[in-house]
């Protein structure tokens, strides 16, 4: 009955909003609901698989407190380190604070790398570093996007493209057959091991945005089993087109920090990488868009209805987010490095801690929203779950993953350099 309650006030709430914003009849509003303005199970699924968004967390808890202090859910977009604070208080506040923030600077960071990355394989008379110039110019256009809920086109075309781009890659890898000499020798020394292990984290962390996402819904309570279909969808994704262009170039990844490279140019493979580049701009916003609103908060414009006034407030935040990508190009080693670093405590330390704190007592599981299902074992198994991923990760991702991420980090520095010119760049034909 308590989960039926909870489900029913953070539906209705958001029931409300969508009638209130969905009134208007003329044509302007329909196309502004069809292509700007979405918060359905459709745009949540979108959301998620076009950018694999993870964080599993007890956000319903909080959106009903919120709910009940008369929080204005249409200026007010609640994110991760709030649910900290409602549940946990200030000083896990500022722990997720602090390594969301970083997480998503990095994330975004990460996304202009690989514009710079893709674009020079389709035209390759200006560097990476000058792409990057360019690209950086591109994405501080999405300023002007106000939230999650007007990503509802953008989510839909990501996730078209990446369905694409994934399905290029498999097909266009078994046709071209495996390289002569091909090897496919694994980690040869432990770095290598714990480099890869860290790029798992990152891939599967995903980019820290659920809660926001969840926020934008307008049943937020559906929002479990919309990650887990996405998640599934990402997995039809990746697994293939992966396991591919391993077999067809096997040990040349180690070099070849973009896979895209390796595969020899047609007009199939410009339109991926056309359609990569689209999807890595739709990224950065989604990256970004949370940056945006713990900025706004700080300078106190977070609930002014005026978007010009937000869009300047925000560019302050794109400009590290330029600067360190041109700092640090290395696209593949910078993955492991914040995986290992922060995707580790982000997306699975943290939230599996803060889990076990917040239902540590009797009476706070039992009055729990939501049990954990029997099959997994209840409390008993959750807990035990949680345990491993916290120590595994912990040691695994953090400690022996760090030390190999950082390493290699270090020797791309020590081969190429800060502000690096045109990193892993095959010899400019005359």
Same mark, same amino acid.
């Given at each position: 009955?308590?989960?039926?309650?909870?489900?029913?006030?953070?539906?209705?709430?958001?029931?409300?909003?969508?009638?209130?914003?969905?009134?208007?009849?003329?044509?302007?509003?329909?196309?502004?609901?069809?292509?700007?303005?979405?918060?359905?199970?459709?745009?949540?699924?979108?959301?998620?698989?076009?950018?694999?968004?993870?964080?599993?967390?007890?956000?319903?808890?909080?959106?009903?407190?919120?709910?009940?202090?008369?929080?204005?859910?249409?200026?007010?977009?609640?994110?991760?380190?709030?649910?900290?604070?409602?549940?946990?208080?200030?000083?896990?506040?500022?722990?997720?604070?602090?390594?969301?923030?970083?997480?998503?600077?990095?994330?975004?960071?990460?996304?202009?790398?690989?514009?710079?990355?893709?674009?020079?394989?389709?035209?390759?008379?200006?560097?990476?570093?000058?792409?990057?110039?360019?690209?950086?110019?591109?994405?501080?256009?999405?300023?002007?996007?106000?939230?999650?809920?007007?990503?509802?086109?953008?989510?839909?075309?990501?996730?078209?493209?990446?369905?694409?781009?994934?399905?290029?890659?498999?097909?266009?890898?078994?046709?071209?057959?495996?390289?002569?000499?091909?090897?496919?020798?694994?980690?040869?020394?432990?770095?290598?091991? %714990?480099? /890869?292990?860290? &790029?798992?984290?990152?891939?599967?962390?995903?980019?820290?945005? $659920? +809660?926001? =996402?969840?926020? *934008? @819904?307008?049943?937020?309570?559906?929002?479990?089993?919309?990650?887990?279909?996405?998640?599934?969808?990402?997995?039809?994704?990746?697994?293939?087109?992966?396991?591919?262009?391993?077999?067809?170039?096997?040990?040349?990844?180690?070099?070849?920090?973009?896979?895209?490279?390796?595969?020899?140019?047609?007009?199939?493979?410009?339109?991926?990488?056309?359609?990569?580049?689209?999807?890595?701009?739709?990224?950065?916003?989604?990256?970004?868009?949370?940056?945006?609103?713990?900025?706004?908060?700080?300078?106190?414009?977070?609930?002014?209805?005026?978007?010009?006034?937000?869009?300047?407030?925000?560019?302050?935040?794109?400009?590290?987010?330029?600067?360190?990508?041109?700092?640090?190009? %290395?696209? /593949?080693?910078? &993955?492991?490095?914040?995986?290992?670093?922060?995707?580790?405590? $982000? +997306?699975? =330390?943290?939230? *599996? @801690?803060?889990?076990?704190?917040?239902?540590?007592?009797?009476?706070?599981?039992?009055?729990?929203?939501?049990?954990?299902?029997?099959?997994?074992?209840?409390?008993?198994?959750?807990?035990?779950?949680?345990?491993?991923?916290?120590?595994?990760?912990?040691?695994?991702?953090?400690?022996?993953?760090?030390?190999?991420?950082?390493?290699?980090?270090?020797?791309?520095?020590?081969?190429?350099?800060?502000?690096?010119?045109?990193?892993?760049?095959?010899?400019?034909?005359?």
């Amino acid at each position: 009955m308590a989960s039926e309650r909870v489900e029913t006030i953070i539906a209705g709430n958001y029931l409300e909003m969508e009638r209130k914003e969905g009134d208007s009849k003329s044509v302007k509003s329909k196309i502004s609901k069809l292509f700007w303005h979405g918060g359905s199970v459709y745009d949540a699924w979108f959301s998620c698989s076009s950018n694999q968004a993870l964080i599993p967390k007890p956000s319903e808890l909080l959106l009903t407190r919120k709910e009940r202090e008369k929080v204005d859910f249409r200026n007010h977009v609640i994110q991760w380190f709030e649910v900290l604070d409602g549940l946990l208080g200030k000083h896990w506040r500022n722990i997720g604070l602090f390594f969301n923030c970083t997480f998503l600077l990095f994330g975004s960071v990460i996304q202009l790398i690989a514009c710079a990355s893709n674009i020079y394989y389709i035209n390759d008379n200006l560097d990476k570093r000058t792409w990057t110039y360019i690209f950086g110019a591109c994405c501080a256009t999405t300023v002007f996007v106000p939230s999650f809920h007007n990503y509802r086109i953008w989510s839909f075309l990501g996730l078209m493209m990446t369905t694409y781009t994934a399905w290029y890659m498999t097909i266009a890898s078994f046709i071209h057959g495996q390289v002569e000499g091909v090897k496919h020798s694994g980690p040869t020394k432990l770095v290598l091991y %714990f480099t /890869g292990a860290t &790029n798992i984290l990152y891939t599967f962390g995903g980019h820290a945005v $659920t +809660v926001e =996402i969840m926020h *934008a @819904m307008w049943k937020p309570q559906k929002f479990k089993m919309i990650y887990l279909m996405a998640t599934l969808y990402v997995l039809t994704l990746t697994l293939p087109s992966a396991s591919a262009v391993y077999w067809a170039f096997g040990d040349l990844l180690l070099t070849h920090s973009n896979a895209l490279s390796l595969l020899p140019r047609t007009r199939f493979r410009d339109t991926a990488v056309i359609l990569m580049l689209i999807h890595q701009f739709i990224t950065f916003g989604f990256a970004c868009t949370p940056l945006y609103f713990v900025w706004e908060k700080f300078i106190g414009v977070h609930e002014t209805k005026n978007m010009f006034i937000k869009a300047f407030a925000r560019l302050p935040v794109v400009i590290p987010i330029w600067f360190l990508a041109i700092i640090f190009p %290395f696209f /593949g080693p910078i &993955n492991s490095t914040v995986g290992s670093f922060l995707v580790s405590f $982000t +997306v699975y =330390i943290i939230p *599996a @801690m803060a889990h076990m704190v917040t239902f540590a007592s009797a009476p706070a599981r039992e009055n729990a929203v939501e049990r954990p299902p029997s099959f997994l074992g209840g409390w008993v198994g959750s807990y035990s779950m949680n345990v491993f991923v916290v120590a595994w990760v912990l040691v695994v991702g953090f400690g022996l993953g760090g030390w190999a991420s950082l390493l290699n980090f270090i020797q791309q520095i020590n081969t190429f350099g800060l502000f690096a010119r045109c990193y892993q760049c095959p010899p400019h034909k005359a």
